[in-house]
């Protein structure tokens, strides 16, 4: 393939490591100028793609590019915009490939969850239906740690840490108090159809009676009753409860305990106020104080206390998703591999984005208590490696020191606009 210019965006929910990713891609395709020309980069994911959007990455300098390893959430700007298939809205792929012509691009990479995976998968396709080379390549990126045929996905483990810290320090405040004020707390995390966040919140208890006392998990069907009286008995034997409650928490027929009855951008609906809904059902049914807390956004941009094995995969695989492109790959996403034996090893492998498209892993029921409410010591050996080192950033004047990109815009060469 000929000398071609690169599209990276970045999609979906954003991390505390994803611009690491980022980092990966643009410091790789600069060590192969013989193949990749400029790194563009989609102001807003496919968005920047769709409205000829774009940034031009080769006027940011050495440091800035590197800084990107210490900066939380996108530096580029990411989305939540998932393309349907080529029968449904032809116009969209036809002005993707109209753009890519334009700006003479044949790699694509796509850095994000399962939709994104299917996004790219559609590109990838796209040089077939429509004749025009496109190598695309998958970047994993998920809190949810829920793609199929990898170990783990990148941003996963920094949010672990931070949920995993923010259990046990919360913890030993409502420890301090429960004597004449606050009974139970309740913090609610992300994660819709796969309970891996509030799992981790697991790794904080080492000794009997250490918090969390329960962990709800979307794959456990709740029950009220059970839910009550553990509270009920928890609080008995140690005088508090800690409660960690996964988002997507539902009752035995599927429905969500916080259905807002509103639908995201990619057909989801959307989550939201668990945690008060069961304060007041501990309130009203048991009497108990309570005080309740969401991590919503901090958990996924806490760089301050970003995991170190999280940083280093997060990297890498932006790194292999360009010499996966650079050795005529395409429709892959590069994978984390777990090392067998007792000391944690891994490495990257290759995985077809036809079997990662819109598939999602949950935990499997051998990480879960018998009862339902809590991990088991089969989830602890999976877990506790991915939370594991410090990636401390940079501080200035008391504060963590982020990079600021100049974003440069490409000149626009089509006419006319894209209504998106």
């Known amino acids: 393939m000929a000398r071609k210019n690169a599209f990276y965006a970045q999609s979906g929910g954003v991390t505390a490591v994803i611009n690491a990713s980022a980092c990966g891609v643009i410091e ?122 990898t170990d783990n996905c990148p941003g996963f483990g920094s949010v672990a840490k931070y949920v995993a810290i923010s259990t046990r320090e919360a913890a030993l405040d409502v420890a301090s108090m429960c004597e004449t004020s606050t009974k139970v707390f309740i913090l609610e995390v992300m994660g819709r159809h796969a309970g891996w966040i509030a799992a981790a919140a697991g790794l904080a208890a080492e000794e009997e009676g250490d918090a969390p006392h329960i962990i709800l998990f979307p794959e456990i069907a709740f029950n009220r009753e059970k839910f009550l009286a553990r509270v009920k008995r928890t609080v008995k034997k140690h005088g508090y409860c800690v409660i960690v409650a996964s988002e997507g928490a539902q009752y035995k027929d599927g429905t969500f305990l916080a259905d807002s009855g509103v639908v995201d951008a990619f057909g989801h609906k959307q989550l939201g106020g668990l945690a008060p809904s069961l304060a007041q059902m501990i309130k009203s049914e048991l009497g108990y104080k309570y005080h309740w807390a969401v991590a919503d956004y901090l ?91 410090e990636a401390y950033p940079e501080y200035r004047n008391g504060l963590p020191s982020y990079t600021r990109l100049k974003l440069v815009p490409v000149e626009k060469k089509l006419r006319g606009t894209f209504k998106v």
Not at 61 to 82: D, E, M, N, Q, V
Not at 118 to 128: A, F, H, R, Y
Not at 333 to 353: C, D, F, H, N, T
Not at 354 to 377: C, H, L, Q, W
């Open 28 to 149: 790789t395709a600069r060590e192969h100028r013989k193949h990749i020309g400029k790194v563009y980069a989609g102001r807003n994911g496919i968005i920047g793609a769709l409205r000829e959007d774009l940034i031009d990455t080769s006027k940011e300098s050495k440091a800035a590019i590197r800084g990107l390893l210490s900066t939380p959430a996108g530096a580029f700007g990411s989305c939540r915009h998932k393309l349907k298939s080529l029968a449904e809205n032809r116009a969209e792929y036809e002005r993707l490939i109209e753009v890519f012509k334009a700006h003479d691009i044949g790699y694509f990479f796509y850095n994000g969850g399962g939709d994104s995976a299917d996004t790219c998968l559609k590109v990838s396709q796209l040089s077939e239906s429509m004749g025009y080379p496109i190598q695309a390549i998958h970047v994993p990126k998920t809190i949810d740690n829920d793609l199929p045929l």
């Open 299 to 389: 958990q996924r941009s806490a760089r301050h206390i970003a995991s170190q094995t999280d940083l280093d995969q997060a990297y890498a695989l932006g790194r292999a998703a360009v010499e996966f492109a650079v050795a005529g790959k395409n429709a892959v996403m590069p994978a984390i591999v777990r090392g067998k034996g007792k000391r944690y090893s891994w490495s990257i492998g290759e995985a077809p984005l036809k079997d990662v498209a819109n598939v999602e892993k949950k935990m499997p029921r051998s990480y879960i208590s018998r009862d339902g409410f809590a991990i088991t010591e089969a989830a602890r050996t999976y877990l506790a490696p991915l939370i594991a080192g």
